[in-house]
């Protein structure tokens, strides 16, 4: 059905046609000709439909003409001719969309600021010396020298001097004659009015309504009698509030007409009593009226427009009267009618039902012009009935048969697009609203309304209602080219603002300085005050982009013009002192900032006042008087408290939150998060989620690091993670999901765990939609260490697998090794299956540090799998890893993991039953201690140490007398440490081998009371002198290992 236009399928067809046999009409509307006849073709004829209207060449008659009687001789080539019969159609997409009304309050929507009227605060902490990097090149030919700035700006006060001071406003920006070049007149209304006390009886009385209406053609006046609305009736009859009453008028005039033998007069009136009964539904009624007007009409067609609506309403009736035969005879007339006459008026609700009707059988008859044709009016009828919800299909498949006929560009689908974007924004659904007004840009060059059509449905989609989407600034350049000498002039100003404010909204400063120069240049005869305020704008700007020596420039000029009101003169005393303060004059910036604040209180400005006060304190936490400026703060906290938050919200959130900062770096706490919690409730109240974004961000962080709550952490986290879908930014919803995920998997229950898991998968989707692809393997991976925590193996596996194929698609080798190394840390760090851990470690990460060259990556593995395999008994295949560590210790000069290399090579050796090389190893590790001993833990060490070594000679290697001296060593850092239960087991040891080996039996019984004394001390009830048998390693000789 959406194919292109093929050879096949039936066009529709203007122009001349030529009978192919003869034919005698039934009725005097259907025209009468013989075998060869030329006959015009009116409007169109519609494939699939058995009637069209023609005029007989030679005759000049008028009528219906049967479709498979005549050979046409002009078929329509192009798509465009046959959905448009004339140039007045395709003006309905962009008729009464965008006002000249609408674009002024959108242009005064965007230009506008408070800058030039409002004290400015200072919103950033610390002064700025250096201009900062633009995170966006401008583009070329639009930087602006500080010079050639300063002269313009000059050149401007000089010619303002001589403007007026209050320019009246052009009454017209030409957006209509810039938007459309088809103009459409107003209709003539009539020049007479009939009152209910006029008397209808009399025929001279009727005669101007009766002389009206007989006018045997169509007038612009009687498209209000023909509209479904009816319009003429309320202008011509006035003083006529009962529609009965009417009916009943109108009805005595008929038979004035009927009598004065006055047709056309006859037709119109039982039209419009036929239309009235209609919306009564006194549907038979309403069909004698119409059947009526049809037989005064006499087969006459000299007005079409009435003829279409006879015919449109009177199929309608019979079609809700299941009249099978009439309908037989006029629905095929009627569909003729409404398809083929060019620009036809709409004058029932009904008519949709003849138009789909007619669209089934253009479907049927695979006419594709034909569906194209019925799908416009189907459109334009629905929009004319204010109905755009129904008009959307028709709108849509009209697009489509378009672009896949091939049809060559035109101007009308811009608009199309436009309107069908204006729909989808009634839908609430704003990515197809974007969608639309983009594709509307890329089809033709814009005109200026559609431009600002543009922009305007644009900002009614954005996410936050009262930002300014980047989207526009395209629009609004289209908007500034469309503009020629002579057409919206007056438009450049305001344009050139609106980018301005556009690009500083988006800290995108460079580029707003050079459009707000511009402005500045184009507004020159606009009035003194509109000049100064546009210079103030333009000073700020620079004060914003780290040129504040070049704002200070701008300003002193503004100074030296003396063209400023005292309001005015306020304002740029105190964006002289935030320049001032950031090029570190701190004592000329207290200076302006007292004179800003004196103006504002003579002129009783209280904003003005607490923006002044919060300015003079973030001057004093500048200067380091951290009690002064929170004096300061305060006192324009309690200013902004008594005004409303309409006018200040955003200033007094911001003062909020900096005394809430000083109050948590300098205490009380409490206090701080206080002021955090009321700059929220502001920022809630006035609907500003940026500074609602702000307020929980601070809240977040007191509760995470100044006052750790677990609770409130998560609580202001998840309400960040809502306002940052409100401001759709996707970054910082994937971060803060990442975060809360990991909070919650720090609550350590079950619950928590599943809600881990959820957070952690939305944050996956975000990253997948992002093509973030190293957050995504990370979010993959964490979901299955959620799901092995949770114990759910088959799903763990399945997500892993998936982070590696992520890991691996990029082909970064990093990404990769970091990837297997955390998969391992998922079993290792777990209770079971502990064993997967090696194949990550040893098959996958480790090559990949080799082949990487990443030494420490290698050692960490290395240590690791040493630690796992010693686990899992494997203490053969852990001493490969063992000495590779130790190679990689020594090479890397980590004297701290060489010891723990040496330490694990002699408990694999021991384990191995290799005594000789672990006492090796043992000494090897305790000569790499530090010397002297500065911590009781390396002394403990020692102590250990030592017990196995004595352990080792003694059981292993058979060596009493070596082994009493490690047990002696042990014991002596024992006693250094004082840790008795240690003494205990030594001194135990040491009396068994004096007695039972060495046989010395003074020492063995020393020892023996020593152990009685400190067996006693710790409430032991027995020491038992026999040699207790060991296990021959101890279990901190695989303890967790530093990475």
Known sequence: MGGPVMPGNPLMAVGLASALADFQGSGPEEMTFRGGDLIEILGAQVPSLPWCVGRHAASGRVGFVRSSLISMQGPVSELESAIFLNEEEKSFFSEGCFSEEDARQLLRRMSGTDVCSVYSLDSVEEAETEQPQEKEIPPPCLSLEPQETLQKVKNVLEQCKTCPGCPQEPASWGLCAASSDVSLQDPEEPSFCLEAEDDWEDPEALSSLLLFLNAPGYKASFRGLYDVALPWLSSVFRSFSDEEELTGRLAQARGAAKKAGLLMALARLCFLLG??????LKLSQARVYFEEALGALEGSFGDLFLVVAVYANLASIYRKQKNREKCAQVVPKAMALLLGTPDHICSTEAEGELLQLALRRAVGGQSLQAEARACFLLARHHVHLKQPEEALPFLERLLLLHRDSGAPEAAWLSDCYLLLADIYSRKCLPHLVLSCVKVASLRTRGSLAGSLRSVNLVLQNAPQPHSLPAQTSHYLRQALASLTPG???????????????LYSHHGCH?????????AVEASAIAGVRAIVDHLVALAWLHVLHGQSPVALDILQSVRDAVVASEDQEGVIANMVAVALKRTGRTRQA??????????ARDLGQQRNQAVGLANFGALCLHAGASRLAQHYLLEAVRLFSRLPLGECGRDFTHVLLQLGHLCTRQGPAQQGKGYYEWALLVAVEMGHVESQLRAVQRLCHFYSAVMPSEAQCVIYHEL???????????VLEGQLLETISQLYLSLGTERAYKSALDYTKRSLGIFIDLQKKEKEAHAWLQAGKIYYILRQSELVDLYIQVAQNVALYTGDPNLGLELFEAAGDIFFDGAWEREKAVSFYRDRALPLAVTTGNRKAELRLCNKLVALLATLEEPQEGLEFAHMALALSITLGDRLNERVAYHRLAALQHRLGHGELAEHFYLKALSLCNSPLEFDEETLYYVKVYLVLGDIIFYDLKDPFDAAGYYQLALAAAVDLGNKKAQLKIYTRLATIYHNFLLDREKSLFFYQKARTFATELNVRRVNLPPLPLCGWAPWLAPSHPR
């Open 720 to 730: 960040q993670l809502s306002l940052a879908c409100k401001v759709a930014d996707k």
């Open 590 to 599: 207290a200076e302006s900032y007292y004179r800003a604040l004196r103006v």
């Open 487 to 501: 057409t919206g002039q007056a438009l450049r100003g305001p344009l050139y603002t609106s980018l301005a404010q």
């Open 275 to 280: 239309r009235l009964c209609s919306r009564r």
């Open 510 to 518: 460079g580029p707003a300085i050079t459009f707000m120069t511009q």
